[in-house]
């Protein structure tokens, strides 16, 4: 775990009752806009067009007990007592439960694992030492050996996450039209009748304009704003209870809903589409979690949420059961319950919870784009995180404009809560049976419990899972297309991307140099070394890349302190600091060729200040410190076939090994820290600025480690030069006429467009020095 941004789910343990409690305050106003604000548009979208209007409550009675048993079984049950306990080390979301399974399958997209990431603290403490049963081992050994199964794995997740993006355009859509939806109610009906679409669109375009100063300078007003609406709503709803039907309770009752069907038939079962909005954020309690932690999340939806939506849906039922007809319209929506003289204060705290939870799901969108392109399966993209003090909150300026565009083409293509809520419904849905398909996986191999166990999971939720989908998938033209559409264009993306991006490295496994080639160089090809550190960017983590190759073959000179630098995801949501280096040492001592390997979990904030530089330095001179006694080397093996002769240690970052070496500018007076001793580069000219090793004075370093961190220093101090291969990949001769189509077009264009890997390193211009090379895949 990351010591800064660590498991909430560890440190709640020693955390007092207060501090739980305000958690689960705070989470309202992150967890629930979404879900709080569905009452908005449930009954009208129920109501829409596939019921007719009736003398009879069955309608409303029945609908009724559809929206209590859904929000009972869905939310509560699922997602409360079940999803929440497979956190993955305190993350949750659909690429948690994916990372799980990676974890405890080997079936893992991520084309450059090794065996020491499974030493990863995150690793061990997620795999208990208990047996897997005989089927759990049966299913385990069937992912591993089939590949097209790890490909189906990948596919469910990448679903669930573009079914995700899809719901971050359509929820704020759907939100701030409902919301807005009461103008033509609380002011004159006729002349603002057509106000609700640029009212909606104005506020859309100022939520996302919004977006890049962060959410941490308002973020404190997010709680009271869904606070105040769920008072609102469920005192409202306590009202038209007591005032209207007072015995509607007996709606609650299962009954009404097999009555419901009996008579509604095809267009109940049509309508249930819109009662599946009464679960819209359902997802994002289980999506949060590392925000926050499973008890506060358990605390608020059960205490607070859960009884504030029954009650303002149960006075909606029953204000609608006494007002069949109005106007010979069978007319029926949120704001028409609300008593008249209440209605303008109710349309403007509605108005704020929209944009409340609008943004939680805009911010969720940034957040799954982000793991999504750290496992490689989507293009990289600028993340500008908008606060150092609170994790998570990102900005990534790109996608935050291709929502806004989408989300205002939606409103004006649609102009009403109906066809939005359909397509909001299949991309909820959609998300859900991902959720119940990888939670039956994570019962039988994480949780190590009974296949039965699992199918009962599948069948029960499932089979809910599945009424409500096919409602929604049978209103395709009606809306529901939107985010089919929405989804294949972006696992269009996702797949040309994480296809050219594992071909790519396919070609450098296959084409990269053999040690023993890089130790062959000499006199005889006329190579020279140069002063200062060449630090070679490279996607293996094994050998040396024939990018590399190519530039000594063109210009046979380099580095007196050669670094070759492998920046990667792991599939865990944290790597913490004392495990973030992994340092090696590629032939002998005096050729000064190193290996640096620098881990980060797929939540991680990649280093983005001029730190990196001075980390990295750090952990190559903590490695020769130790490499002077074998038997204290916490080694790893590197895990290729073929190329076990490296072995990697594993260095913490300065500030987490106070022990170990450290750089620091000397002080006129020569004084140090205790028990330390100077290492500084023997140069003949007069320095200026001069910096110096700290080395701990015990143990004692031999004479070797000693000239090879003086070498290292004046590399340092004559500058770092940084190495980028530029690719251009095209399909090799013979390709399908599809893979040139993907490849020459469809990566390339993607490639070219997509940040850099090493731009979050902020790799400065002047020394950066790039190798072009093609790639024919």
Known sequence: ??????????????????AVLTLAYQSLGVVYGDLSTSPLYVFKSTFAEDIKHSETNEEIFGALSFIFWTLTLVPLLKYVFIVLKADDNGEGGTFA????????????????????????????????????????????????????????????????????????????????FSAVSGVELAMAKEHHKYVEVPVACIILIALFALQHYGTHRVGFLFAPIVVLWLLCISSIGLYNILHWNPHIYQALSPVHMYRFLKKTQTGGWKSLGGILLCITGSEAMFADLGHFSQLSIQIAFTSFVYPSLI????????????????????????????????????????????????????????????????????????IVH????????????????????????????????????????????????????????????CW??????????????????????????????????????????????????????LKKYEFDLQNKVSVDWLLSLGPTLGIVRVRGIGLVHTELVSGIPAIFSHFVT?????????????????????????????????????????????RYGYRDVHKDDVEFEKDLVCSIAEFIRKQKDDSTIDARTDGEVGNNDEVMTVIGTPSTNAEGVHICSPSPDGIGLPEVEEIQASTTNQVKKRVRFVVPESPKIDDGSRAELRDLMEAREAGVAYILGHSYVKAKQGSSMIKKLFINYGYEFLRRNSRHSTDSLMVPHASTLEVGMMYHV
Not at 130 to 156: D, I, N, P, W
Not at 489 to 498: G, P
């Open 1 to 18: 775990m990351d010591l800064e941004t660590g498991s909430r789910q560890n440190h709640l343990r020693k955390q007092s009752w207060r």
């Open 386 to 445: 908008t606060s150092s003090k609170y994790h998570g909150q990102i900005y990534i300026p790109e996608i935050n404009w291709i929502l806004m565009l989408l989300c205002l083409a939606v409103t004006i293509g649609f102009r009403d809560t109906k066809r939005m809520g359909n397509a909001s419904g299949l991309a909820v849905i959609t998300v859900m049976l991902v959720t119940t398909c990888l939670m039956s996986l994570v019962i039988v191999l």
């Open 311 to 382: 009650l303002a849906y149960m006075g909606q039922a029953a204000y609608l059961s006494q007002h069949h007809f109005i106007e010979n319209d069978y007319k029926i929506g949120f704001y028409i319950s609300v008593p008249e003289n209440l209605r303008v204060p109710v349309l403007l705290i509605a108005i704020l919870a929209a944009v409340v939870g609008s943004q939680a799901i805009i911010t969720g969108t940034f957040s799954i784009i982000k793991q999504c392109s750290s496992l490689g399966c989507f293009p990289r993209v600028k």
């Open 97 to 176: 439960l994916y990372s799980l399974l990676c974890r405890h399958a080997r079936v893992s997209s991520l084309p450059n694992c090794q065996l020491a990431d499974e030493e990863l603290s995150s690793y061990k403490k997620e795999i208990p030492n208990l047996a897997l049963s005989s089927f759990g081992s049966r299913l385990k050994s069937t992912l591993e050996k089939h590949g097209v199964l790890q490909k189906f794995l990948l596919v469910l997740a990448l679903v669930g996450a573009c079914m995700v993006i899809g719901d971050g355009v359509l929820t704020p859509a759907l939100s701030v």
């Open 554 to 598: 063109n210009l046979p000179a380099f580095h007196q302190v050669l670094i070759f630098l492998c920046v990667k995801s792991v599939p865990v949501p944290h790597v913490g600091p004392e495990e973030r280096f992994l340092v090696g040492r590629i032939g002998p001592r005096e050729y000064r060729v190193y290996r640096c390997i620098v």
């Open 448 to 501: 190590q419990q009974s296949v039965f166990l699992a199918i009962a999971f599948v069948v029960f939720f499932g089979t809910i899972e599945a009424l409500y989908f096919s409602a929604s998938l049978i209103k395709f033209l009606e809306g529901a297309w939107v985010p089919i559409a929405l989804s294949l264009i972006f696992m269009l993306v996702m797949y040309v991307w994480h296809y050219g991006t």
